[in-house]
């Protein structure tokens, strides 16, 4: 009798404490489960967010590089294409999701008639609305339209036209376009010379803020300066706001460029302590290291620019689609 009391006893012990311990470990299990699944959805939406670029117009009047979403379903070059100049119009439906301080540039009730692409050129056809835009803003819009197509991986060259006619000349600046544009065609274009000799192109990116939105913005400067690109990259750059009213740049003005390689798709670049941010750490701004790379980019075929100091590597940037 005692045996079977013990028995039973121990038996609903035991289912008893199963149970307890399936209610402690399911809750767990679930817990586990969503969590993994928040932070799988996070990273995807960090991805995301990202977006695609874009070259839209600031409250200074230069064009600058920001990201947005678009369309998942929008794979191909020519539906990026047309997604990211229907941004470009004024008054589109996406123009509440823009950043503050940007604004579109394509005049109101411009169509897109079509939009075609063949090894690494993209023709696309506008509607006679293009042609609205005043004559300030003429060039702008185009150098907004080519830089934005030309960030899509695959396109090199633009060619526009306005109701199946090529644009060969903007009618109220008179600036002529020879065929298919690239980024040769310049952006925020400022000229500093003062002869006709040693005159060097080259294209500096610099930082702006809008409230809490930083972003980039290219210059592309023609000057007298028989220099290497880089040298006068850096250069321009330590000069900061002084030098260039309304763009930033947070180099300090010690900084020095010691030397500098390239090697295949790699430039590196090397220089003394005062491009740190914090010594002790060893650590470069991101609006430096960001702004030197999107300009090395800009004027050399590479990849990948890597900062050195002191023979050290302190931080490495590579090149993204745009």
Known sequence: MLKSISFKFAFVTFVTLFLLLMVYIIPKENQYSLSLLRRQQLEYINVDERGEVIYLLDTNNYIAKTNMLISANAKTIEAKARELLEILIVRNKRENSIPMGLRPIIPFRT????????????????????????KEYEEKMIEAIVYTLTSIDGVDKVLISVEKEPLNILPKTNIVLIGALDRTFGINKLYNLKNIKDIT??????????????????????????????????????????????????????????????????FI??????????????????????????????????????????????????????
């Open 111 to 134: 169509k897109i008639n079509s939009i075609n692409y063949n090894n690494g050129v993209i023709e696309v056809d506008f509607s006679k609305q293009l042609l609205e835009i005043k």
């Open 201 to 266: 192109k080259v294209t500096i990116y610099y930082l702006n803020k809008y409230h809490n939105h930083s972003y980039y913005v290219p210059v592309t400067k023609y000057i007298n300066d028989s220099r290497e690109k880089i040298k006068i990259i850096i250069d321009e750059l330590s000069l900061g706001p002084v030098y260039e009213p309304n763009l930033m740049s947070f180099l300090s003005t010690k900084s020095r460029l010691l030397n500098y390689e390239q090697q295949d798709n790699k």
């Open 269 to 322: 670049l090397h220089f003394n302590d005062y491009i740190l941010a914090d010594i002790k750490e060893r650590n470069i701004l991101e609006e430096v290291s960001y702004c030197i790379a999107y300009s090395v980019f800009a004027n050399y075929n590479v990849d990948t620019v890597i900062f050195s100091v002191n023979e050290e590597i302190i931080k490495t940037v590579i090149k993204n689609v745009d």
